[in-house]
């Protein structure tokens, strides 16, 4: 698997998993997802990873530039998570590299590719 500029890059099941919850959230309102916030208990929810290695999952892909996190970090104890997490656009290359992130986007009602304005 290659990034957009062409570098080998690696992606563990749990980023894929984790990926897979942010692309297909209810909050994109059929957006594409790249650069649009969705709340990060949404994505988790999705991605179905338990609470074990999410924080750590979540760092991996920051790290790797494949997600940015916006708003306070609110103890696991306290509800709601206010919080947001939105794709970059290397991520969301990333995962419609792997057969299961085109599956979950087409599952998801979108065509995985480009926005429509980056299409033209």
């Known amino acids: 698997m290659k990034d957009i ?3 080998e890059i690696h992606m563990t099941p749990y980023e894929k998993e ?6 297909v959230s209810q ?6 997802p790249v650069d649009r916030g ?10 179905g ?10 760092s991996s892909l920051v790290k790797k530039g494949w997600i940015r996190i916006y708003g306070e970090i609110i103890p696991a104890n306290q509800v709601p998570d206010e919080r ?5 656009a290397e991520g969301y290359h990333a995962i419609i590299q792997t057969e299961e ?9 979108h065509i995985p590719g480009p926005r ?5």
């Open 5 to 7: 500029s062409g570098k």
């Open 18 to 23: 984790a990926l897979i919850g942010v692309i």
């Open 27 to 32: 909050y994109l309102d059929g957006e594409h």
């Open 38 to 47: 969705i709340y990060t208990w949404d994505a988790i929810d999705n991605s």
């Open 49 to 58: 990873l338990s609470k074990k290695v999410v924080s750590g999952v979540w």
């Open 84 to 88: 947001t997490t939105e794709i970059t």
């Open 101 to 109: 992130g085109r599956e979950a986007m087409i599952e998801d009602g």
């Open 116 to 120: 429509p304005e980056e299409a033209k």
